[in-house]
């Protein structure tokens, strides 16, 4: 079993959708998540970081943590088609140790 | 500011050669990371350093490679002898010290003919 299960996609939505990204992990020691935005031929952007569960907003993203049902979320809204990327997830138990990545999830947003 | 560099931005070359990649991280950053990324893999974890130490190596996929970190700053990431497997995208990261917020390099794009 991986660490990390992402669902590879790809996702299409219409400009202006709610758009939901998960991963789920096995690790129940895994305390730090990260969502990335990866565009084609780029290295990976940082969106969003949270520490434990709970939510955290920023514009319009939110990382959602459920550290009972091991299971993070982002959630995307009022899309664009700026939007369009890779979304990958990522997660440590020790801060700046090992990080584990989903393999990401391809989305694309049409105007 | 300046982000993380990473060169040459793409590397081929034939199999049974030697390649050296290098990532400059962001300046003030002491954590450097070391990933590789192929199609429809993910990211996988190679080495970290903190300044010019890397305390877990587990992460290499053979002896054939190797990093080091010199001055707290520059890494270089070496393969020796490539295998055609080893064609993939590496990606380097900094971060300010060992918290959470690592920023990534463009990558360098390697493919063994």
């Known amino acids: 079993q991986k660490e990390v299960e992402q669902d590879p996609g790809p996702l299409s939505v219409p400009e202006g959708a709610i758009v939901s990204l998960n991963c789920t992990y096995s690790n129940s020691a895994f305390q730090y998540f990260m969502w990335y935005r990866q565009y084609s031929r780029k290295g990976p952007e940082l969106l969003m970081y949270?520490?434990?569960?709970g939510n955290k907003e920023d514009g319009r993203f939110t990382a959602q943590v459920d550290k009972s049902s091991k299971y993070i979320s982002l959630f995307i809204r009022d899309s664009q088609p700026s939007d369009s990327a890779t979304y990958l997830c990522?997660?440590?138990?020790?801060?700046?140790?090992?990080?584990?990545f989903g393999t990401g999830t391809s989305l694309t947003v049409i105007p | 500011g300046a982000g993380v560099s990473q060169s040459p931005s793409n590397k081929v070359t034939e199999k049974g050669k030697d390649v050296e990649l290098r990532c400059d991280p962001i300046s003030g950053h002491t954590a450097l990371y070391w990933y590789r990324q192929s199609l429809g893999q993910g990211l996988e974890f190679l080495i970290y350093?903190?300044?010019?130490?890397?305390?877990?190596k587990s992460g290499l996929p053979s002896d054939r490679f190797s990093a080091e970190r010199t001055g707290g700053s520059v890494s270089t990431l070496t393969i020796q002898r490539t295998q055609q497997e080893d064609s993939a995208v590496y990606l380097c990261?900094?971060?300010?010290?060992?918290?959470?917020?690592?920023?990534f390099g463009p990558g360098t794009r390697l493919t063994v003919t």
């Open positions: 949270t520490y434990s569960s």
């Open positions: 350093f903190q300044g010019n130490s890397a305390p877990d």
């Open positions: 990522a997660m440590s138990a020790v801060p700046g140790n090992q990080f584990y």
């Open positions: 990261a900094s971060s300010l010290s060992l918290n959470y917020e690592q920023y």
